[in-house]
């Protein structure tokens, strides 16, 4: 029996009540052939096991770097190094940040330049739209992406690597460079976000559907079906944050929907996207499709939980459903969600 593959890696779980971060070691283990892969972190505070090594499907290797947030049975920890030499190698010699700004030229091409890199064997690590100056009305996208970089140095060469020679000019005409956190921290970390709060609806992609390389597929989807992308930003939730979000679905769903509801939606990081168009919520009610996948798939085969969905709970999007919600689901997220995360980067 070949033995799994172990990487260990330092991580952090911030303690609100005590105001604090609180040291653990995750240790991953890649298994052979079609074995799941497993997860065991210890807790180095109490010199003792916190999670007993098992499966874990919610997390892959493509998601532990240095700087990564990851999401166990709804605990986010923050990767704050590599806990071993051979760790550190493995990571380093030819895994890699790199940052791409889409310029809103090639709006339209969103979707396909996500969708490229991902293919490439890039995961995506952050995502925020940004205005784009002397642009008014218009976005850019900037992305953080992690993956095989190869040992790239030069701007040109990680280009290459992202995009792997696509010929497509949106490819090119992306600002592509080895990421950096200070430049980062303001870029993705600001306070203030491209949303519009008008005529609105909000699409959430979920953490199942992010961690599938869904995200670029998705948002062309949007695009293709004229509606316009107006803000844009990934997101890791706290289970409290999911509950405050979630609350309204609360008693009107069973229990054991509602809970499960919960637990997808803070397994890790999500994209939330304002869109417009008349009559917004209703249509993209109906690209959207119905909540079970099943259903879906038998009478609505071309919506987005039909092609993209698993299951009535990962089924691939959350999309608002009343009217008069379309304003305060985008709120939610493009105000009091992008303001905690700029208050989260300041103080932790």
């Not at 799994?4 to 890696?9: D, I, P």
């Not at 992305?143 to 095989?148: A, K, M, S, Y």
């Not at 970089?149 to 460079?177: I, K």
Request: aromatic share 10%; charged share 25%.
């Amino acid at each position: 029996m070949v033995d799994a593959v172990e990487y260990k890696f330092k991580v952090e779980w911030y303690d609100e009540l005590a105001g604090r971060p609180r040291p653990y070691v995750l240790t991953y283990f890649e298994n052979p052939g079609s074995a799941p892969n497993e997860v065991a972190i210890f807790d180095l505070t109490k010199k003792r096991v916190f999670l007993k090594r098992g499966p874990y499907d919610d997390v892959s290797l493509s998601d532990l770097f240095q700087g990564a947030q990851v999401t166990v049975y709804a605990r986010q920890f923050k990767v704050t190094a590599y806990a071993d030499e051979k760790t550190r190698a493995a990571f380093t010699s030819d895994r890699g940040l790199v940052t791409a700004i889409v310029p809103a030229s090639y709006y339209r091409d969103f979707g396909r330049v996500l969708t490229i890199a991902q293919e490439a064997g890039f995961s995506l690590t952050k995502l925020k739209t940004v205005g784009e100056p002397g642009s008014y009305g218009s976005v850019a996208m900037a992305i953080e992406f992690v993956g095989p970089t190869g040992g790239a140095r030069t701007d040109e060469d990680l280009r290459e690597a992202l995009f792997r020679g696509a010929p497509e000019e949106c490819c090119r005409a992306a600002e592509v460079r080895a990421s950096d956190a200070e430049t980062n921290a303001t870029l993705f970390n600001g306070p203030s976000s491209t949303a519009t709060f008008d005529n609105c609806s909000l699409l959430l992609i979920k953490p199942h559907a992010v961690r599938a390389g869904h995200t670029g597929p998705l948002v062309s989807a949007l695009i293709d079906a004229n509606f316009e992308v107006s803000a844009m930003q990934l997101f890791t939730l706290s289970r409290s944050e999911v509950e405050n979000f979630t609350e309204v679905y609360k008693g009107v769903i069973n229990a054991s929907e509602y809970s499960n509801m919960t637990l997808e939606l803070s397994s890790g990081p999500c994209v939330a996207i304002e869109v417009r168009a008349e009559s917004c919520v209703r249509e993209l009610r109906e690209l959207c499709g119905p909540h079970d996948v099943e259903v879906a798939k038998a009478l609505r085969p071309n919506t987005l939980r039909a092609r993209f969905g698993i299951d009535k709970v990962q089924n691939a999007v959350h999309c608002t459903d009343l009217p008069e919600d379309g304003l305060l689901e985008c709120q939610y997220f493009f105000d009091i969600m992008v303001a905690q995360v700029a208050s989260d980067a300041i103080h932790k």
